[in-house]
């Protein structure tokens, strides 16, 4: 059972940067993603990395002011969001897989067997 520590989030202004990190308990990843879901709505995907190969997909709402990031030998994800927006605002997961790769189904929570406990993230205006 792999296990995802979160940490990172917080309050910050709009404009403003976080940086949130996730480490994984074991080296067995296949993909690592963060998802984020705000009050009443559902879970949406942000952006996904391939462990290795560090090939990169995300959400067309988050591209050019997010980035994730992967460190092998810390064995951590990182997920770097500039230019915040009052609409970031949510609890951000991260999540894991170690199923096969699959560019099509890095959007789909069911991809993911491993979460995180998430972490807030508020953009203030």
């Known amino acids: 059972q792999v296990q995802l520590v979160e940490s990172g989030g917080g309050l910050v202004q709009a404009g403003g940067s976080l940086r949130l990190s996730c480490a994984a308990s074991e080296r067995t990843l296949t993909a690592m993603a963060w998802f984020r879901q705000a009050p009443g709505k559902e879970r949406d995907f942000v952006a996904s990395?391939?462990?290795?190969?560090?090939?990169?997909v995300y959400a067309d709402s988050v591209k050019g002011r997010f980035t994730i990031s992967r460190d092998n030998a810390k064995n951590t994800g990182y997920l770097q969001m500039n230019s915040l927006k009052v609409d970031d605002t949510a609890v951000y997961y991260c999540?894991?897989?170690?199923?096969?790769?699959?560019?099509?189904?890095?959007?789909?929570?069911?991809?993911?067997?491993?979460w995180g406990q998430g972490t807030q993230v508020t953009v203030s205006s």
């Open positions: 990395i391939r462990w290795s190969g560090g090939i990169t």
């Open positions: 999540a894991g897989t170690r199923a096969s790769y699959s560019s099509v189904r890095v959007y789909d929570t069911e991809y993911y067997r491993y």
